[in-house]
């Protein structure tokens, strides 16, 4: 990788993000950070103008991959790890935005401040917010971050899980990318994966608008969520979760009776 590379690769995959597209860019695109950086966006055969909103923005760090079918949102996070070109990974999805300008470059801070920049990952605190912009309710207040050795508690869902963080390339890409085969949950496998690998360090700060909104997951989501989390714990040794539903869904069950009871169902799981 040359020196006229990106330092920082922000992954942004967009999939009928037609509505809040735009805001999502221009969060990223105000970043006030001085390394140079790209956003990555791979649209997966949107049907809704998402490409046409993307292309109207015109910044030259935006570099768009256009799929002709649609992968589904794991093949398309593995498309984003291949494709960055930065040293440093970032993500955001096409309907989530940055809620600080300072997002990045805190982080970006934050990780030089550690011993082991190429093995830490540094993540901020997370608003839920929903489909009109309206603050739901804060990560932190939920599940308490937590830094260090993260493994068990990401594990247990005892911990905010955290989302959008910035990590050296390398390292992104040394756990074998998502799991295609996992139509929800395919995050929290891979941040697993991750976590025994790497230390987490938190800002402190809100860095994300996370966008909870009507679409995605039907009124048979629950039995799916159970179903993936079996999965994924069964790949990482956890046995005999499979009969006992309060220790299966843990906080995971908590946050979906939250989400359910306000009607709100999307496949933004982990």
Known sequence: MDDTCPTISVMMPCCNNARYIEAAVESVLSQQIDVPLELLIIDDASTDGSVDRIKAIGDSRIRLI?????????R????????????FLT??????????????AREWEWLHTCPDPERTIVYSDVRWIDGNGETMLQSSAIAPPMEGILYQAILDRRVMIPRDFLLAAELARSVGGFDVDLPIYEDWDYKLRLAQKAVFKYTGAVGIGYRRHGSGLSAAAAPLH????????KKHGVEGCDGDP?????????LHGILTRNRLRDRKAA
């Open 91 to 104: 993500s955001l999805d096409g309907d989530d935005l940055y809620v600080d300008p300072q997002k990045l």
């Open 76 to 87: 398309v996070r593995n498309q984003l790890l291949e494709a960055a070109n930065g040293r």
């Open 226 to 233: 159970q179903q993936c989390q079996a999965v994924i714990r």
């Open 246 to 254: 309060m220790r299966l869904l843990s906080l995971a069950g908590r």
């Open 66 to 74: 256009q799929n002709k079918n649609n992968c589904g949102i794991s």
